[in-house]
């Protein structure tokens, strides 16, 4: 596609429910990432997909967030049993590649609000 | 841990008047990378500069340059001629040589265009 893209664009929730956040990248882009973004914070690294793999998990903030990437392409981003605290916007980005050169193109965010 | 500071929440300037957003970060690393981001309110970020630690020259991009100082651990942004579309959320990040895929973030810089 033209740009990365995800869906939905805005998710309201109750606390306790699970959620699915859908990242599509760039056609041909192996690497992708995601990232939060809290109220009046910057971003927050939460993994990164190599194909269809993820090498470091470690800022995922707790065993409620997992992701998966199939095909090396479409990533899903899952939080299940939400808290109030995890309301936030949810950047995804891919690069043709994972190195400093490659540039991370993002997308427009999924707006969280766990009620 | 890395960690990059953003000391101005806020920045505002004239239209074609220049602006410099500052940034600072701390790290134990000798080899990494830094970058400017832009925000606009599409949420879409979007790379403006970056800069490899190594270079001691500036990193140049049109009407945006950078004033890297390493041994002060400092990294602005200057912005010339600003125009009404640079109005937009500005992150510095860090990337550590080893593992450039895990951007780090300031909290950013809300820079306004005063027409």
């Known amino acids: 596609g033209a740009g990365v893209s995800q869906s939905p664009s805005n998710k309201v929730t109750e606390k306790g429910k699970d959620v699915e956040l859908r990242c599509d990248p760039i056609?041909?882009?192996?690497?992708l990432y995601w990232y939060r973004q809290s109220l009046g914070q910057g971003l927050e690294f939460l993994i990164y997909?190599?194909?269809?793999?993820?090498?470091?998990k470690s800022g995922l903030p707790s065993d409620r967030f997992s992701a998966e990437r199939t095909g090396g392409s479409v990533s899903t981003l899952t939080i299940q049993r939400t808290q109030q605290e995890d309301s936030a916007v949810y950047l995804c980005?891919?690069?043709?590649?994972?190195?400093?050169?490659?540039?991370?193109?993002f997308g427009p965010g999924t707006r969280l609000l766990v009620l | 841990a890395q960690t990059v500071t953003q000391s101005q929440p806020e920045m505002s300037v004239q239209e074609a008047e220049t602006v410099t957003l500052s940034c600072t970060y701390d790290?134990?690393?000798?080899?990494?990378?830094l970058f400017w981001y832009k925000q606009p309110p599409s949420r879409q970020m979007i790379l403006v500069i970056r800069?490899?630690?190594?270079?001691?020259q500036n990193a140049t991009e049109n009407r945006f340059s950078v004033n890297f100082q390493k041994a002060a651990k400092s990294f602005s942004l200057k912005i010339s001629d600003s125009q009404l579309g640079d109005a937009a959320m500005y992150f510095c990040?860090?990337?550590?040589?080893?593992?450039?895929?895990?951007?780090?973030f300031g909290q950013g810089t809300r820079l306004t265009i005063n027409p």
């Open positions: 980005a891919s690069s043709l590649a994972a190195g400093y050169q490659e540039t991370q193109y």
């Open positions: 056609s041909g882009h192996t690497a």
């Open positions: 997909f190599q194909g269809n793999s993820a090498p470091d």
């Open positions: 790290t134990s690393e000798s080899d990494y990378y």
């Open positions: 800069q490899e630690a190594y270079k001691q």
């Open positions: 990040a860090f990337a550590p040589f080893q593992v450039v895929q895990k951007l780090v």
